[in-house]
């Protein structure tokens, strides 16, 4: 019965509990409150026009049942929330609320009611998910510390059992020596130094000092098992940045230039609706949708936009971002489509936008960065070419997208009918 061995015994006294992945130390209250503190930010913008809001405001409300669909409350919930403070909150306020069509607006604001309901119900789903997930929390924790002061006890009677015997033991080998520092290194998490350490008279024999400067400076043990379990939807939903991926068929800007050439030579802008589903936790862009629209060297302007939303409507297509030409300038975003990627992401956080600068042989897939860019632009009341700060960066290259080679694209180009 050497050292080593003692202390290897004492590394298991106690199982610990499995952590179970259903359960969260955050009080229920608290985890609502996070999920809802992202719509308290947006901006109604003036130049949105507040028809346009409540075609967005429908696409909001099937990316939500989408969503609730999956299993995924709480993103559904989140864009649900940011919906009713648009719709309730902060459009009423738009300086052309009262004098908007008032039959398109009655029409929408029927559908509008559909997602109050869906967001009462999903509120309640996650409220009672909540408490029961907390629930279970506090009844572990409970458990761990009545195991906690069994396994001090148990601890304490074995310290007694082991100062006996070091008393009648050989000396420690050098052997027994290296075997417990493999054992220190296998097992850095595990404590029993806290509770039981040799006697006074023993540490001073030249090996056991050395052993037990191997114990103090280990880490302070933590029990893992405390730790706040993962969120079952983080498991489930793949994301990155907190987004769910946008796949694009790879030959999509190649298609979309081939479909506008006649503009490009003519050194005229053209601009296209990417437009999809949410898919397997993905959203899939599945259609380019050309507007009716006029353009110049360095903007193009959409008219008629009620055939995009009918076009989508029908399909069940939602709005994943934009497309547009720069015949004869590099691949970025100018002010005037900073102003219109805003409008885009503001309703979608996972809305892009892509450059295509043929001359230069450039794609650009961009995105507003997520603090400065949607926080400067919202707040920025210019309109037409105007200058922004250079810092903080406004707009980045996506994180959140991957180019896909298993689907095709389909152009729907409404400018000739
Ligand atoms: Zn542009
Ligand atoms: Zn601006």
């Known amino acids: 019965f050497t050292t080593a061995f003692v202390l290897y015994i004492y590394r298991h006294p106690v199982s610990r509990s499995k952590m179970m992945s259903s359960e969260s130390a955050t009080p229920p209250a608290e985890r609502l409150q996070s999920l809802s503190a992202v719509g308290a930010s947006v901006q ?43 719709f309730i909150e902060k459009l009423p306020k738009h300086p052309l609320y009262k004098k908007a069509e008032a039959s398109r607006m009655k029409e929408y604001s029927k559908k509008i009611h559909g997602a109050l309901d869906l967001a009462s119900d999903i509120k309640q789903r996650l409220s009672d998910q909540y408490a029961t997930e907390y629930q279970s929390f506090l009844e572990r924790q409970k458990r761990n510390e009545i195991a ?40 850095p998490e595990d404590s029993m130094s806290d509770y039981c350490k040799p006697k006074q008279n023993y540490e001073s024999s030249s090996s056991i000092d050395s052993s037990n400067y191997i114990l103090e400076q280990r880490k302070p ?99 994943l971002g934009w497309i547009h030409t720069h015949p004869s300038q590099t691949s970025f975003l100018s002010s005037v489509d900073l102003h219109t990627q805003y409008s885009y992401q503001i309703m979608m956080p996972e809305a892009i936008a892509i450059v295509c600068a043929p001359r230069y042989n450039q794609t650009g897939y961009f995105t507003l960065t997520r ?7 919202g707040n920025c009341k210019e309109v037409g070419f105007h200058p922004h700060p250079s810092h903080p960066i406004l707009f980045e290259e996506c994180k959140h997208i991957c180019l896909d080679s298993t689907h095709e694209v389909q152009l729907v180009d409404l400018r000739s009918t």
């Not at 669909?69 to 403070?85: N, S």
């Not at 259609?287 to 959409?302: E, F, L, N, R, Y």
């Not at 603090?371 to 632009?377: S, T, V």
């Open 371 to 377: 603090d400065d860019g949607l926080d400067i632009i």
């Open 148 to 187: 906690k002061l069994a396994e001090a006890q148990s601890k304490l009677e074995e310290c007694k059992d082991y100062n006996l015997k070091s008393v009648t033991m050989d000396p420690v080998t050098d052997d027994s020596q290296s075997a417990l520092m493999v054992i220190e290194e296998q097992h």
């Open 44 to 86: 109604i913008k003036k130049d949105i026009s507040p028809i346009k809001y409540f075609r967005s405001g429908i696409q909001m409300e099937k990316v939500a049942r989408a969503y609730a669909k999956e299993g995924d409350l709480e993103r559904a919930y989140k864009i649900l929330h940011r919906f009713i403070t648009l």
């Open 221 to 319: 043990s933590v029990d893992r098992s405390l730790k706040p379990a993962t969120n079952i939807n983080e498991i489930v939903s793949p994301t990155l940045d907190g987004l769910r991926c946008v796949k694009i068929p790879e030959r999509l800007p190649e298609y979309f230039l081939a479909v506008v050439q006649k503009n490009t030579a003519s050194n005229i802008e053209t601009c296209g609706i990417l437009s999809g589903h949410l898919m397997k936790e993905v959203f899939q862009v599945t259609h380019v949708i050309i507007p009716k629209q006029h353009g110049t060297a360095d903007s193009c302007t959409t008219e008629e936009e009620e055939e995009i939303f009918d076009y989508q409507d029908s399909r069940d297509l939602v709005t």
